[in-house]
């Protein structure tokens, strides 16, 4: 079985561009999350997808990120426009199920600097 | 609200000698508490969860925690370092019914032959 894969694996990009981070989870998950690690800080939760919806989009910085998951497969990040402070490493997880005895599995994570 | 501190940013250990991870935990809710390491370059792999059954739990390649309740503490331990343990680890806790992880600051383990 296909672990959590993530494109690409490194992004540099100069401060006014565009990105766009991909997330491909374990088929048959519903659950979809994206996570940040900003050099020298805790990873940090980002927002949660069940299926298509967004269940939880508390841990968005700004309006400059948006996250998608049309028809309820991978999800894409995208970032526009980048700044300084978005360079760190994005994780995505997903899992099968919601209940704290559910596993989220992480894919390698994408890093993005921001020059 | 939640939140984990995890003691020691850096643990430095010789092959063969224990290894112990310290973290402790804040929740208002009943836990589910989690180690997951990162190696190089690789994905966080789960090494272990705490999910109110047995406090003393078992993980992957030779790893267990104790959940302690009085204490607020989920350390993690091995009783013998290999220098393959050399990675980051992630003390991480949710609700017992719930989804975003909240992470500890991570400890990087340094394994000297």
């Known amino acids: 079985e296909a672990g959590v894969t993530q494109f690409p694996s490194h992004s540099v990009i100069e401060k006014g561009q565009t990105v766009t981070l991909r997330c491909d989870p374990i088929?048959?998950?519903?659950?979809l999350y994206w996570y940040r690690r900003v050099m020298g800080k805790e990873i940090k939760f980002l927002l949660h997808f069940v299926k298509e919806s967004k269940q939880d989009e508390s841990g968005m910085p700004n309006n400059r990120f948006l996250a998608e998951r049309t028809g309820g497969t991978y999800s894409t990040l995208k970032v526009q426009p980048a700044e300084l402070e978005d360079s760190g490493v994005y994780f995505c997880?997903?899992?099968?199920?919601?209940?704290?005895?559910?596993?989220?599995?992480f894919g390698p994570g994408t890093r993005l600097t921001v020059l | 609200a939640q939140s984990v501190t995890q003691l020691d940013s850096h643990v430095s250990v010789s092959e063969g000698t224990p290894v112990l991870l310290r973290c402790n935990y804040s929740s208002s809710y009943s836990p589910s508490l989690f180690w997951y390491v990162q190696h190089p370059n690789k994905g966080l792999q789960l090494l272990l969860k705490y999910t109110s059954a047995a406090t003393l739990v078992k993980g992957i390649n030779g790893f267990e925690a104790e959940f302690k309740k009085s204490e607020t503490s989920f350390h993690l331990t091995k009783p013998s370092a290999h220098m393959s343990d050399a990675a980051e680890y992630f003390c991480?806790?949710?609700?017992?019914?719930?989804?975003?992880?909240?992470f500890g600051g991570g400890t990087r383990v340094l394994v000297k032959p």
């Open positions: 997880a997903s899992s099968q199920g919601l209940s704290g005895t559910d596993t989220q599995y």
């Open positions: 991480v806790v949710t609700k017992a019914a719930g989804n975003k992880l909240t």
């Open positions: 088929s048959g998950h519903d659950n």
